[in-house]
């Protein structure tokens, strides 16, 4: 299905610490991202991906638009979903997760604000946030292109020009690159991805010295 | 479930896609052509026909079996977002580490090849040519002076990068924590721990048989061996990858092995891929290759001088020389953290069309490497077999034993599993040989990036590969070289130095592999 991405803005990390920040000795566990989106209507929510760094654990509040004179109000969409199955080890810790509509706890239509909370209970670890945020929404339904004006309201047709003498017929010249047109087709579509065997360059393997690139 | 559903067709389409450029697509089109002819196969229901013909004929199975080696090999596709890197090497610690690791290596061949003047490849004049062919099944009378090579890199080169491993966004300060890593790998991997292994490892418990424990002079054959060696017959009678995979894990009889393993892996001996080896054999005897001077060093050091693998010298000449020369190895490099070097021809550098890699499969051999050929010499007797088993075993596991990864199978995980193992369930031994300076990574670290090959005797050597290959993993190095430990553990409780430690270890030929394993997983009290 086709999605759209859509801009947002992220709002600074906060830190979420029970007592005094500057005396404590530990470190923060949990975080909280607010996503704002000021260029867009309410919107259904698709998809959210993103590039885990050592996020335990992950939920996600949704302000919606409602119609009435009501003011929004915070809902969880998703709790506590977890992104690293043992939060002292490494597994899961950088790894790309998608989040669709269909996990979330509560109907994603009409999204507001988003509100990411990381947790993070392991002290092991210096940082934990996510990177490469994006959120979709669902794409246009069908492609609704416009056509250029010549191709929907064709010309009338017109007398072609005498044929000089000597030169193919054109029906038969163009039915012809056709078929040709339609065979490369298939063997572009039908190209393997084994290598070929050779490693020199027209029989040369006269190197340099090896790059460190 | 829709998210399940579109995993899965993308990974059926990733396979269609692998499996397209093979040699079985071919065959299988060509053999659904000629079923054309047969009398059961009608118009109306052409597909179930043909299907049916695939199925009676064993077609099928060979497609199962292809399917089948595709997912034990390939990781499977993630995140559509995820660049390739992160197919080869999720955490980017890593991924730099492994990066500055082969930087490292390519400075030493390069200043090795200006050092001494030697070009990194050479056309031969045509009689040289003549000459090597001629002398290409006894390379090993040939005695070139190799005094100036020396080679890229040793396994403990490789222990010192992987000691100073580190994580950045961990904690690695000097305090003692819960999770302090007393042993040298300090990067928190996931490592199974024995109950996770014994579950892993079901098949090697105490009540049921084993080839190794169970086929002793003592035990009676009709107990467990007959009907092991029956059920081995009929496994190859089948042709079933993935079965003969599960009967491996028991132990594969001697008379069966060489077929088992080349069930397992895939690879059926078809005369294009004798004309391959022979193509290969070509390239050998056209270029010359600094990375051969390297190999037949690294030959004379290690197998040539090793009691039971000098009789296989010239074999490993013809396999090694030949694997420098393969670039289908590349295609391993899409999963590996490893990259191959890259080069360009003189007079050209920079210009793309003119790029190419050196040595052409891109795997610079180290010291030792040559071991990792050396006990399949004892199952293979045809130079291009014996070559297909090798690379198949080079691009499923052994390239994990010199790349840094975070792969459960990669050396780096090997390691800390050996010593969490050690630690948890040797205390007193691990805290003892800390102690006294002698690291019990030290003296593991090259058993296991052998893969323990020239270290045990080759019956018992044979044994542990058979596992290697029924479980697909490399964790049972890990285990096995705490199992020695264990086994040794009253000796190297009083010695007082690294040394001592050293000889007390040097010895393993005279170990019995599976029962150590059995008593280290399943009869320790813990």
């Known amino acids: 299905m086709s999605r759209v991405s859509v801009p947002y803005h992220m709002k600074g990390t906060v830190a979420l610490q029970v007592g005094d920040m500057r005396n404590s000795q530990g470190r923060p566990g949990v975080q909280v991202i607010d996503v704002t989106f000021p260029s867009t209507k309410p919107f259904e929510l698709q998809e959210i991906m993103f590039k885990n760094y050592y996020t335990a654990f992950l939920s996600i509040r949704v302000r919606q638009d409602t119609s009435m004179h009501t003011p929004a109000k915070w809902v969880t969409c998703l709790r506590n979903y977890c992104l690293m199955p043992d939060p002292h080890s490494e597994e899961g810790a950088q790894e790309y997760v998608s989040l669709f509509k269909h996990q979330m706890l509560c109907d994603m239509a009409r999204v507001l604000e988003l509100r990411l909370i990381l947790r993070q209970p392991s002290p092991l670890w210096l940082s934990f946030t996510v990177e490469e945020l994006q959120v979709y929404q669902e794409g246009p339904k069908s492609p609704s292109m416009t056509f250029p004006k010549w191709l929907s309201h064709p010309a009338p047709c017109e007398q072609p020009t005498p044929l000089l003498e000597g030169l193919p017929d054109p029906g038969r010249v163009s039915s012809e690159v056709q078929q040709m047109w339609a065979l490369t087709e298939m063997i572009r579509a039908s190209q393997t991805s084994t290598r070929i065997g050779r490693f020199d360059v027209d029989g040369c393997y006269d190197l340099n010295l090896l790059s460190y690139t | 479930m829709l998210q399940e559903e579109s995993d899965l067709s993308l990974i059926i389409a990733h396979i269609v896609q692998k499996l397209k450029s093979s040699n079985l697509y071919a065959q299988l089109e060509r053999q659904a052509w000629i079923s054309l002819q047969r009398p059961e196969i009608k118009l109306e229901s052409l597909k179930e026909d043909i299907k049916e013909f695939f199925k009676i004929t064993g077609w099928e199975k060979k497609l199962q079996n292809a399917v089948y080696s595709e997912l034990s090999v390939f990781p499977l596709p993630s995140h559509p977002a995820a660049p390739p890197e992160h197919l080869k090497e999720p955490l980017v610690y890593m991924r730099k580490a492994q990066g500055s690791w082969e930087k490292r290596i390519l400075k030493s061949l390069n200043s090795m090849c200006s050092e001494l003047s030697i070009p990194l490849a050479r056309k031969r004049p045509v009689g040289e040519q003549k000459e090597l062919l001629s002398k290409w099944n006894e390379m090993g009378t040939d005695e070139p002076d190799l005094s100036l090579f020396r080679p890229v890199y040793a396994p403990k080169d490789f222990l010192e990068v992987l000691i100073n491993l580190r994580n950045p966004n961990y904690e690695n300060g000097d305090s003692l924590s819960f999770r302090t890593h007393l042993g040298l790998i300090q990067v928190p991997l996931k490592v199974k721990d024995i109950p996770e292994l014994k579950e892993f490892f079901v098949e090697l418990s105490l009540n049921t048989g084993q080839l190794g424990i169970d086929d002793s002079t003592q035990v009676p054959p009709e107990l467990f061996e007959n009907e092991h060696v029956r059920i081995g017959q009929k496994v190859l009678a089948e042709e079933d990858s993935a079965a003969a995979q599960q009967y491996v894990r028991q132990g594969s009889p001697t008379a069966l092995r060489a077929e088992l ?25 056209q270029h010359d290759l600094l990375v051969d001077s390297l190999i037949y060093k690294d030959v004379k050091l290690t197998a040539s001088n090793d009691d039971y693998y000098f009789v296989f010298e010239d074999y490993l000449y013809q396999v090694l020389l030949c694997f420098s020369r393969d670039t289908s190895v590349l295609g391993h490099f899409a999963y590996n953290s490893a990259s191959p070097p890259k080069s360009y021809i003189r007079g050209k550098l920079g210009l793309e069309e003119y790029a190419v890699f050196y040595p052409p499969n891109g795997v610079i051999p180290f010291h030792g490497f040559s071991m990792y050929v050396a006990p399949l010499c004892f199952l293979y007797h045809e130079p291009f077999k014996l070559y297909q088993m090798f690379r198949e075993m080079y691009v499923r596991f052994f390239f994990r ?126």
């Open chain 2, 261 to 285: 393993w080349a069930l397992i892996l895939n690879i059926s001996s078809q005369p294009e891929d004798a004309l391959y080896y022979e193509q290969l054999k070509t390239n050998v005897i």
């Open chain 2, 401 to 526: 034993l010199h790349s840094i990864s975070s792969h459960p199978s990669g050396i780096v995980s090997l390691c800390l599993l050996f010593e969490t193992l050690l630690q948890t369930y040797l205390p007193q031994l691990f805290y003892h040989l800390r102690e006294i300076g002698a690291q019990p990574l030290r003296i593991s670290f090259k058993w296991m990036v052998r893969a323990f090959s020239g270290y045990l005797a080759t019956d018992q050597l044979l044994l542990l590969w058979d596992r290697i290959l029924g479980y697909n993993s490399l964790e049972i190095l890990a285990v096995l070289a705490a199992a020695v430990f264990a086994f040794r553990a009253v000796n190297l409780m009083e010695v007082t130095s690294l040394a001592a430690a050293e000889a007390v270890l040097a010895d393993l030929s005279t170990l019995k592999v599976m029962p150590l394993l059995q008593i280290f997983l399943f009869a320790t009290v813990t």
